[in-house]
């Protein structure tokens, strides 16, 4: 993820900002921190119920016209059958529709673009709160700064203890 020289640099301002202060300030990479699986779900079940029905009312709309003028009375047996078989492929359609979609979808960068950036923001805080838990637990002072990095979901998160935001107050946080 990192080059040595950029963990170099990274730990060396970290050491310069920790010598001008009592606090400690603690930095996280993290890659991805979801898979995401909902969302290549969401697309998937999104495309297939909503093209089929477009495409159906733009090609059926002239046979439709033209079969409204052509029915007769003898021909209602023949609906049910040709009813059944239309409702069948509609179905075939729309489960192949999705597999495709969800196959696209769940590839990595395509994931990662259509995930939306709400969920990401939520992901990441939350990986971000249990990461600052467990750092604070270990630490036991309250002078902790965690500086959180997901750099697959192009997140930031900063989180500080209580005794930061007692003497910062909450300006720098907002």
Known sequence: M??????????????????????????????????YREAPLAWAAAIALAIPPIVLAFSLAPLANLTAQLWLAGQAGAL?????????????????????????????????????????????AKAAQ??????SARAGGETGVLIFVAVEDRQVQILA????????GETPWT
């Open 80 to 124: 049910q059958s040709e009813l059944a078989v239309a409702l069948g492929v509609y179905a075939t359609i729309q489960i192949i529709l999705f597999l495709i979609v969800l196959a696209i979808v769940h590839a990595p960068p395509v994931r990662r673009a259509l995930t939306p950036r709400a969920l990401k923001r939520h992901r990441v």
């Open 2 to 35: 990192l080059s040595q020289d950029d963990r170099g640099r990274i730990e060396a301002a970290v050491r310069a900002a920790e010598a001008r202060t009592t606090g400690e300030i603690f930095v996280v990479l993290s890659g991805e921190v979801s898979r």
């Open 161 to 168: 203890d209580a005794g930061i935001h007692q003497r910062c």
């Open 130 to 135: 249990h990461h600052f838990a467990a750092i």
